[in-house]
């Protein structure tokens, strides 16, 4: 399968997940992206078109850390990114995994934001 084919599969996948999820300000969007560097998450109401929450491998808070896009870095970022939605008064999420399969860094993120209080 060439890459072209299989960019465009992935982003039908999206589209096909976006008609289905959408996020509030009582219970946002949680969409979480990779690329082959880095890991970006952000908690995002719809209906007001706006970012509640962001947080990244790149963010100030864990430039430190030397994180990138491997699966402990995924459950450092949930970790994170779940205690930042905490204090922001986030309790709930949809989460949005942007087209990808739950499983490995996808699941190890979701989890560790599941042990650091989101539900969803």
């Not at 949680?30 to 970006?40: G, P, T």
């Not at 970022?77 to 779940?82: M, P, S, T």
């Not at 949809?94 to 989101?118: C, I, P, S």
Request: charged share 35%; net charge positive.
């Amino acid at each position: 399968m060439d890459l072209k084919n299989k960019t465009k599969l992935r982003q039908k996948r999206v589209w096909r997940i976006r008609k289905k999820i959408t996020g509030t300000n009582e219970r946002p969007r949680l969409c979480v992206s990779f690329s082959n560097a880095h890991i970006y998450a952000q908690a995002i109401d719809d209906e007001a078109e706006k970012t509640l929450v962001s947080l990244s491998t790149l963010s100030k808070d864990l430039r430190d850390s030397k994180l990138n896009s491997n699966v402990e870095s995924a459950i450092a970022l949930g970790k994170a990114f779940g205690e930042k939605a905490k204090a922001a008064n986030i309790e709930s999420v949809v989460f949005d995994r942007h087209g990808r399969r739950y499983h490995g860094r996808v699941k190890a993120f979701a989890e560790a934001a599941r042990e650091a209080g989101l539900k969803f």
